[in-house]
């Protein structure tokens, strides 16, 4: 089992910059994709950004590439986003998601989940 906690979230204007943590609890840490997730009001969660467990690429949506950037320290079992350059349309509650094995990008192949937390960009 893996229990995720993120933090970091909060009210920002436009430009801005952010970090987002996400710290995991578990032995097998190291072996878990991780992934970002979030979803704005009366939309769908959508993929962010997501971290291989072995080699630590990455990947990133085409909204948030050259913005954002995931990286993940397995000696904390914490994955990092940070957020540059922050726009209006990046507000949402930010979800951290992890699952066994290889990254993904769609959110239904994920076992574990935090509770969110909400990023506000104001213009």
């Known amino acids: 089992q893996v229990q995720l906690v993120e933090s970091g979230g909060g009210l920002v204007q436009a430009g801005d910059s952010l970090r987002l943590s996400c710290a995991a609890s578990?032995?097998?840490?190291?072996?878990?994709?991780m992934a970002w997730f979030r979803q704005a009001p009366g939309k769908e969660r959508e993929f962010v950004a997501r971290?291989?467990?072995?080699?630590?690429?990455?990947y990133y949506a085409d909204s948030v590439k050259g913005r954002f950037t995931i990286s993940r320290d397995n000696t904390k079992n914490t994955v990092y986003l940070q957020m540059d350059s922050l726009k209006p349309e990046d507000t949402a509650i930010y979800y951290c998601?992890?699952?066994?094995?290889?990254?993904?990008?769609?959110?239904?192949?994920?076992?574990?989940w935090g509770q969110g937390t909400q990023v506000t960009v104001s213009s």
């Open positions: 971290i291989t467990w072995r080699t630590g690429i990455t």
């Open positions: 998601a992890a699952r066994p094995g290889y990254s993904d990008s769609y959110s239904g192949r994920y076992d574990y």
């Open positions: 578990g032995r097998t840490f190291s072996t878990y994709a």
